[in-house]
Structure formats: structure tokens, C-alpha cells
């Protein structure tokens, strides 16, 4: 078929009721209609928040104070919000999926094999590149230039563009949703099944352009990152002093930097096999189907890593702050976050046990594999003997961090299995890998991410979120994700096939329905995350900490007043020890007033660039999917122009005047003088103004 001129191959097939229409037996109608509500459910959520923005008058503030700032602190609450948003998406197909299973006996359910296919390319594509990265993005962002008390990032506009092209790969799997199909070639996108000639239309390239744009984006952040935790230390920042959740960040950064070309490569060269004909990854063609899973995988397990370490960096805050207590163990904490940054380059070729290598060359990456364990084994110690003889409070982090330990441990264990090639012989290609793999990336990511999230949100916003749907949510998470995949431990040891739509053994009922049970409590976690936001922001009065210091912080961070203002500092910090603030607080007092007064303090200006970024790219990506070629090079022309526009900008930066600050200065610390402070038994109560008494202090009274 010749691609229309204005519309390239986009025709009325992509509409989400085509499949209803072109039914022709029940399974089909259902699965027709479960596409038809979910496009229609993310159309009416579209509306509505437009609707919301419009009737109180919203886009001018979300234009001029949010898209274009490029304020570290304010890009890392967007990336946040990307990540809850595709948060709600990726679980809800998750439970789609299990009740296909659940249902999927004889043959049966609600969904087509190539409905169902999607649905898990589209669930691992989002919970990787469009939930994971942009929650440990904006994690790391918000966090990490306070703690090393710095004003922001090295490149504040990249950073900008970083969003733009995450956002710009996030809306083109959410338009897929629309304008269908996707890939049902999984997360991982293996060619020859995503080649032109095995999955001629739309949904691979979609995938391409998704991941693609998302790649460069974290290659960028990563870079970004480095230079600043190496330039932007404040006085007497050594990295030994830096904080844990720094020292992850910037094994994360380095990891970013390494690992994500080689993908951006891999889906550069499936673009030119299916645009061009280059058969780059066709073995008939001159090419070598392994040069792709060699390529994706030197990306994929560094991948792992790099999503686990900012959450080992939030637990390491997580396990002191709340124990009162100095994390225990920090020199091996940094060595064994090296060791693990290192080693995760090492494990790439244990995805191939099963394809024909040598028992040698199995043997030595089943080691390596294995050699991991010890690092992390060295990181659990050192979290329980922070722990130990510590003040622990069970706060909502501490749930989570108490729960990631259990089940994390577990999930390592079967890590160890699967590391050795005979076993994973065994378990190869069946749910038994698919719970290994949600054993590590949920407890050890997703529960860090929202620990992080509990944690530093009232620095963000100036209020505690809602204590009770807090530990509600954190409940249910952990009953939700036991119920979900231990079951699939089992059915994989029974030989069930993982991205399987239905099956004819008797025996795996009883497990799925489990697995389905589990998958709703996790639906109910999330509704409870969404009303825990809610219940929060109505109570926000009762819950504000404005003087900053809500948990007996020990970093940077929390001398500064809730929220942060826009330059963090009113003048450099200087610091002369590990736990900066801790130190301080001991001494009797905050950052105090400077002995030189106030100065002039530079900002960046805001910049379009960024969310022009963010719609050209996802004008580019969805008319190379549909092949509207003259979108794509306008869309292209765009993005290029406005990089040329932005090199003849001089005034790019704008001053706040010394009287500003010394105004904002004076009146926090006038509010921390009034404000009583409060000890750890209270601080989950109304008392709590973020004035805390220090816990040395405590213990001395």
C-alpha cells in the first residue's frame, strides 16, 4: 500500500472500535471493547484535566511556573507526576492481564492473543522506561543538588530538554492507547519478530520511537548528573561526605551513560531495518538476530541496576533517619554500591544460557552473576545494623523499607537460583523468571520510589502526606504484590510459560485466581496513593512543616525551609563533616545568618525549549509510526530551529535581588524561633510544624 501524502498508512483501521466492527466471534467483541473503554477512559482523563486546568484558569501558571521553569526542584516533581501517571495505566493493564489468565482456562477470556500481546508490550515498555526511569529521574533531581548544597544542576536547559524527550516517548505510548496498535514484540522488542516482515504495521515503531526518545533523554540526565555531583559540591563536600542517596546517584549517572547508548543504538538499526531495508538483524539478510539481544541486553541488566541503586540510596536515608541514627557502615555501603555499579556489566550474557553458548562461557557469567549477591548481602547487613540499638519509628517509609527488606532478600534468592545455567534451564521462559523479575524491581524499586516520595514530598510542598492511606497503601502493596507473584513462583516451577493468554491444565487455576487477588490489592494500593494525595492536600493546613525539618533530617536538605525556595541557599553552605545538618544541630543551630550579608543570587530564566521538545518529539515519533512524512520533517525542522534560536539568547539567566533573599531569609527563621519543637514521639501529629528536637538531644534528655 502506498502511504497517503497528508496521512501517511494512517486510516481508519487505527480507531479503537475498528476491532468491535470487525468482529466475528465473542472473544473478539470483548476484546474489541476492553480497547474501546480503555482508550475511551484515558480520552475522558485527557478532557478532564483540561477541563480542571481551564475552569480555574490554570494554563497561564502551568506554562509560566512549571513547563518552562528550569528549576531542578520543579522539573523532578514533573518527572514525579509522569511516573504516577503512567503508574495508574501500567497496573491497571497489569490486572487486565492477570484476569485474562485467571479466566484464560480452555482457552477462554476476555482478550485476543494479539490484544493480550500488546497489553504486556505495552505494561513492560511503561513500567521501565516510562515509571521507573522518571521516578528515580525526579527523585534524583529534586534531591541530590541540596544534598551536595548546590543552587541547581549543571545544565539546567538540558535538563529541560531531558524532560521533554521523556514526556515526548511517555505521550506516544499513551496515544497508542488511541490510535492503536502497539508492539506485541514485549519490552524487550526482539527482532526477527519485530521486523518489517513478521509485524508490518504501526505498533513496532511506535515502540522504537518510545524507547528511543526515552533513551536519549536518560543518557542526558546521566550526563547531567555526573557533572554536577563532580562541579557543583558545595565547601567541604568531599565524597566521602556526600550522602548515601548521592553516592547511588551518581553510580545511577554513570551507569546512564554507558548503558542506554547501546539501546539507543539497538533501536536506531531496528529503525533502519524497517524503514530502509537494511537487514542489519536478519539472519537470511547478511545480518545477526544475536547483534540485538547483545546490544539490548548490554543495556538491559546494567538497566536493572540502574533502577535498583537510587533505591538502595533512598533506603540507606529511609533506615537512618528513622532510627535516629548515622546509617551504619558507610564506606562499605559506597564500596559496595561501586561493586554492584561495576559488576552489573559483567551479567549481560545470562540471558543467553538457553541459547547454545558454551558450558564454560555459562559458567563464567553464572559466577559473575552470582558475585553480586555479596555487595548487596553487605548493603542489607548495613541497613539492619543502622537498625540496631537505633530509636526505629514506624513511619509509612519504614513500612515500606521493612517490607522491601523481607521480600527483597527472597527475591535475591531466586536471583542466585536463575544465576546458575542449569536451573535456569529448567525455569527458563516460565512465570518463575516473571516473579524473579517483579521480586526485585517492586520491592526494590517501586516501594524505594514511593518511600522517597513519602519522605521528601513535604520538602516539596510544605505539608506531611496523610499518615493513616499512607500505611493503608503501603499494606496493601506488600499483601498485594505477596498474592501476585508468589503464586507465580509455583506456577513456574509447574511449568507454565510466562506471556501466555490461556491454557488447558486443570492444576494452574488455583494459582492465578491467587495471582488475580493479588493484582486487585495492588489496583487498591494505587487508589489509595490517589486518595492519600487528596485527603492530604484538603488537610494541608494540619499538616504543614514549613520550618523544614519534619523527620530529624541529617542532610542538606532539611536546614532549608519547606518548600525549598527556588535558590535553595541563601549563600553557599559550607560543610565539615558527614550528616552536615546533624552536625549543625548538635552545634544549636541552622545555616546561619552570612558573615559577608546577603548577595545577588543568578537563576536560569525560563526557556520554552523543553516542552517545545516534548510536542515536537511527540509530533516526530508519531509521524514516523504512521509515515506522515512531512510532519515528521517539520517536527524535526522544530526541534532543530529552536536549538539555533536558543544559541542567540544572551539574557539567559535573571538576578534576585539580595533584599529578596535576606526578606525570605529573616522571616523563615523568624517562623523556626516561634515554632516549638517537637520530639520524635509526635512528629506524626498536628504538632509537627517541621521544627524537630534532635534525637542526640532526645536521648540526653
Given at each position: 500500500?502506498?502511504?497517503?501524502?497528508?496521512?501517511?498508512?494512517?486510516?481508519?483501521?487505527?480507531?479503537?472500535?475498528?476491532?468491535?466492527?470487525?468482529?466475528?466471534?465473542?472473544?473478539?467483541?470483548?476484546?474489541?471493547?476492553?480497547?474501546?473503554?480503555?482508550?475511551?477512559?484515558?480520552?475522558?482523563?485527557?478532557?478532564?484535566?483540561?477541563?480542571?486546568?481551564?475552569?480555574?484558569?490554570?494554563w497561564?501558571?502551568?506554562?509560566?511556573d512549571?513547563?518552562?521553569?528550569?528549576?531542578?526542584?520543579?522539573?523532578?516533581?514533573?518527572?514525579?507526576?509522569?511516573?504516577?501517571?503512567?503508574?495508574?495505566?501500567?497496573?491497571?493493564?497489569?490486572?487486565?492481564?492477570?484476569l485474562?489468565q485467571?479466566l484464560?482456562?480452555?482457552?477462554?477470556?476476555?482478550?485476543?492473543?494479539?490484544?493480550?500481546?500488546?497489553?504486556?508490550?505495552?505494561?513492560?515498555?511503561?513500567?521501565?522506561?516510562?515509571?521507573?526511569?522518571?521516578?528515580?529521574?525526579?527523585?534524583?533531581?529534586?534531591?541530590?543538588?541540596?544534598?551536595?548544597?548546590?543552587?541547581?544542576?549543571?545544565?539546567?536547559?538540558?535538563?529541560?530538554?531531558?524532560?521533554?524527550?521523556?514526556?515526548?516517548?511517555?505521550?506516544?505510548?499513551?496515544?497508542?492507547?488511541?490510535?492503536?496498535?502497539?508492539?506485541?514484540?514485549?519490552?524487550?522488542?526482539y527482532?526477527?519478530?519485530?521486523?518489517?516482515?513478521?509485524?508490518?504495521?504501526?505498533?513496532?515503531?511506535?515502540?522504537?520511537?518510545?524507547?528511543?526518545l526515552?533513551?536519549?533523554?536518560?543518557?542526558?540526565?546521566?550526563?547531567?548528573?555526573?557533572?554536577?555531583?563532580?562541579?557543583?559540591?558545595?565547601?567541604?563536600?568531599?565524597l566521602?561526605?556526600?550522602?548515601?542517596?548521592c553516592?547511588t546517584s551518581?553510580?545511577?549517572?554513570?551507569?546512564?551513560?554507558?548503558?542506554?547508548?547501546?539501546?539507543?543504538?539497538?533501536?536506531?538499526?531496528?529503525?533502519?531495518?524497517?524503514?530502509?531495508?537494511?537487514?542489519v538483524?536478519?539472519?537470511?539478510?547478511?545480518?545477526?538476530?544475536?547483534?540485538?539481544?547483545?546490544?539490548f541486553w548490554?543495556?538491559?541488566?546494567?538497566?536493572?541496576?540502574?533502577?535498583?541503586?537510587?533505591?538502595?540510596?533512598?533506603?540507606?536515608?529511609?533506615?537512618?533517619?528513622?532510627?535516629?541514627?548515622?546509617?551504619?557502615g558507610?564506606?562499605?555501603?559506597?564500596l559496595?554500591?561501586?561493586?554492584?555499579?561495576?559488576?552489573?556489566?559483567?551479567?549481560?550474557?545470562?540471558?543467553?544460557?538457553?541459547?547454545?553458548?558454551?558450558?564454560?562461557?555459562?559458567?563464567?557469567?553464572?559466577?559473575?552473576?552470582?558475585?553480586?549477591?555479596?555487595?548487596?548481602?553487605?548493603?542489607?547487613?548495613?541497613?539492619?545494623?543502622?537498625?540496631?540499638?537505633?530509636?526505629?519509628?514506624?513511619?509509612?517509609?519504614?513500612?515500606?523499607?521493612?517490607?522491601?527488606?523481607?521480600?527483597?532478600?527472597?527475591?535475591?534468592?531466586?536471583?542466585?537460583?536463575?544465576?546458575?545455567?542449569?536451573?535456569?534451564?529448567?525455569?527458563?521462559?516460565?512465570?518463575?523468571?516473571?516473579?524473579?523479575?517483579?521480586?526485585?524491581?517492586?520491592?526494590?524499586?517501586?516501594?524505594?520510589?514511593?518511600?522517597?516520595?513519602?519522605?521528601?514530598?513535604?520538602k516539596?510542598?510544605?505539608?506531611?502526606?496523610?499518615?493513616?492511606?499512607?500505611?493503608?497503601?503501603?499494606?496493601?502493596?506488600i499483601?498485594?504484590?505477596?498474592?501476585?507473584?508468589?503464586?507465580?513462583?509455583l506456577?513456574?516451577?509447574?511449568?507454565?510459560?510466562?506471556?501466555?493468554?490461556?491454557?488447558?491444565?486443570?492444576?494452574?487455576?488455583?494459582?492465578?485466581?491467587?495471582?488475580?487477588?493479588?493484582?486487585?490489592?495492588?489496583?487498591?494500593?494505587?487508589?489509595?496513593?490517589?486518595?492519600?494525595?487528596?485527603?492530604?492536600?484538603?488537610?494541608?493546613?494540619?499538616?504543614?512543616?514549613?520550618?523544614?525539618?519534619?523527620?530529624?533530617?541529617?542532610?542538606?536538605?532539611?536546614?532549608?525551609?519547606?518548600?525549598?525556595?527556588?535558590?535553595?541557599?541563601?549563600?553557599?553552605?559550607?560543610?565539615?563533616?558527614?550528616?552536615?545538618?546533624?552536625q549543625?544541630?548538635?552545634?544549636?543551630?541552622?545555616l546561619?545568618?552570612?558573615?559577608?550579608?546577603?548577595?545577588?543570587?543568578?537563576?536560569?530564566?525560563?526557556?520554552?525549549?523543553?516542552?517545545?521538545?516534548?510536542?515536537?518529539?511527540?509530533?516526530?515519533?508519531?509521524?514516523?509510526?504512521?509515515?506522515?512524512?512531512?510532519?515528521?520533517?517539520?517536527?524535526?525542522?522544530?526541534?532543530?530551529?529552536?536549538?539555533?534560536?536558543?544559541?542567540?539568547?544572551?539574557?539567559?539567566?535573571?538576578?534576585?535581588?539580595?533584599?529578596?533573599?535576606?526578606?525570605?531569609?529573616?522571616?523563615?527563621r523568624?517562623?523556626?524561633?516561634?515554632?516549638?519543637?517537637?520530639?520524635?514521639?509526635?512528629?506524626l501529629?498536628?504538632?509537627?510544624?517541621?521544627?524537630?528536637?534532635?534525637?542526640?538531644?532526645?536521648?540526653?534528655?
Open positions: 500500500m502506498t502511504p497517503d501524502i497528508l496521512l501517511g498508512r494512517l486510516d481508519a483501521s487505527a480507531l479503537p472500535w475498528h476491532e468491535i466492527t470487525e468482529a466475528e466471534n465473542r472473544l473478539q467483541l470483548l476484546s474489541g471493547i476492553v480497547g474501546l473503554a480503555a482508550a475511551l477512559l484515558a480520552v475522558v482523563a485527557a478532557l478532564a484535566v483540561a477541563a480542571i486546568l481551564t475552569r480555574r484558569r490554570g497561564g501558571p502551568l506554562w509560566r512549571w513547563a518552562t521553569s528550569l528549576d531542578h526542584k520543579k522539573i523532578g516533581i514533573m518527572y514525579v507526576v509522569v511516573a504516577f501517571a503512567m503508574l495508574a495505566r501500567g497496573v491497571a493493564e497489569a490486572a487486565v492481564m492477570r485474562q485467571a484464560g482456562a480452555d482457552g477462554g477470556g476476555i482478550l485476543t492473543p494479539d490484544h493480550f500481546g500488546q497489553l504486556f508490550s505495552t505494561h513492560g515498555t511503561i513500567m521501565i522506561f516510562f515509571v521507573a526511569m522518571p521516578f528515580l529521574t525526579g527523585l534524583i533531581n529534586f534531591v541530590m543538588p541540596m544534598q551536595i548544597g548546590a543552587r541547581d544542576v549543571s545544565f539546567p536547559l538540558l535538563n529541560s530538554v531531558s524532560l521533554g524527550l521523556t514526556v515526548a516517548g511517555a505521550a506516544l505510548v499513551m496515544i497508542s492507547l488511541v490510535i492503536q496498535p502497539f508492539s506485541t514484540g514485549g519490552w524487550s522488542g527482532p526477527p519478530f519485530t521486523e518489517i516482515s513478521f509485524q508490518p504495521g504501526a505498533g513496532p515503531d511506535y515502540w522504537i520511537w518510545a524507547v528511543t526515552s533513551s536519549l533523554g536518560s543518557t542526558l540526565s546521566g550526563i547531567n548528573f555526573t557533572v554536577t555531583i563532580y562541579k557543583e559540591r558545595c565547601e567541604g563536600m568531599r566521602m561526605r556526600m550522602p548515601m542517596f553516592w551518581l553510580c545511577t549517572s554513570i551507569l546512564m551513560i554507558f548503558a542506554m547508548p547501546p539501546l539507543t543504538v539497538a533501536t536506531g538499526l531496528l529503525a533502519l531495518d524497517r524503514y530502509l531495508g537494511f537487514h538483524f536478519t539472519n537470511d539478510g547478511g545480518g545477526n538476530v544475536m547483534l540485538f539481544a547483545n546490544l548490554l543495556f538491559g541488566h546494567p538497566e536493572v541496576y540502574i533502577l535498583i541503586l537510587p533505591a538502595f540510596g533512598v533506603w540507606s536515608e529511609v533506615f537512618s533517619t528513622f532510627s535516629g541514627k548515622g546509617i551504619y558507610y564506606f562499605t555501603l559506597v559496595a554500591t561501586m561493586c554492584i555499579a561495576v559488576l552489573s556489566f559483567t551479567v549481560w550474557v545470562h540471558h543467553f544460557f538457553t541459547m547454545g553458548q558454551s558450558a564454560d562461557l555459562n559458567a563464567v557469567f553464572g559466577i559473575a552473576t552470582m558475585t553480586i549477591s555479596i555487595p548487596t548481602g553487605v548493603k542489607i547487613y548495613d541497613w539492619m545494623l543502622t537498625m540496631y540499638r537505633g530509636r526505629v519509628r514506624i513511619t509509612v517509609p519504614m513500612v515500606y523499607a521493612v517490607g522491601f527488606l523481607f521480600l527483597f532478600v527472597l527475591g535475591g534468592m531466586s536471583g542466585v537460583l536463575l544465576a546458575n545455567p542449569s536451573i535456569d534451564f529448567q525455569v527458563h521462559n516460565t512465570l518463575f523468571l516473571v516473579a524473579h523479575f517483579h521480586n526485585m524491581l517492586i520491592p526494590g524499586t517501586l516501594f524505594g520510589m514511593i518511600a522517597g516520595y513519602t519522605l521528601w514530598f513535604p516539596a510542598f510544605g505539608f506531611r502526606l496523610d499518615d493513616r492511606w499512607g500505611y493503608r497503601a503501603a499494606g496493601l502493596w499483601v498485594g504484590f505477596i498474592l501476585a507473584f508468589f503464586p507465580l513462583y506456577l513456574g516451577l509447574m511449568g507454565m510459560p510466562r506471556r501466555l493468554v490461556g491454557f488447558f491444565e486443570e492444576g494452574w487455576l488455583p494459582l492465578t485466581l491467587a495471582a488475580l487477588a493479588g493484582a486487585g490489592c495492588i489496583v487498591l494500593a494505587v487508589i489509595a496513593l490517589g486518595v492519600q494525595l487528596a485527603v492530604s492536600i484538603r488537610r494541608r493546613e494540619a499538616l504543614a512543616v514549613p520550618v523544614g525539618d519534619p523527620w530529624d533530617g541529617r542532610s542538606l536538605e532539611w536546614a532549608l525551609p519547606a518548600p525549598a525556595p527556588e535558590w535553595n541557599f541563601p549563600t553557599d553552605p559550607v560543610v565539615n563533616g558527614r550528616d552536615a545538618f546533624m549543625l544541630k548538635r552545634q544549636g543551630g541552622h546561619d545568618r552570612p558573615e559577608g550579608g546577603f548577595g545577588d543570587i543568578r537563576v536560569p530564566r525560563e526557556s520554552a525549549i523543553g516542552p517545545i521538545v516534548a510536542v515536537a518529539g511527540t509530533a516526530a515519533g508519531f509521524a514516523l509510526t504512521w509515515y506522515i512524512w512531512w510532519l515528521a520533517a517539520l517536527s524535526v525542522a522544530v526541534i532543530v530551529g529552536a536549538m539555533i534560536a536558543r544559541g542567540f539568547v544572551r539574557d539567559a539567566w535573571r538576578t534576585i535581588p539580595a533584599a529578596t533573599v535576606e526578606a525570605h531569609w529573616t522571616a523563615w523568624a517562623l523556626a524561633d516561634a515554632t516549638p519543637r517537637v520530639r520524635r514521639s509526635d512528629e501529629r498536628p504538632a509537627n510544624r517541621g521544627h524537630a528536637v534532635p534525637a542526640a538531644e532526645e536521648r540526653s534528655t
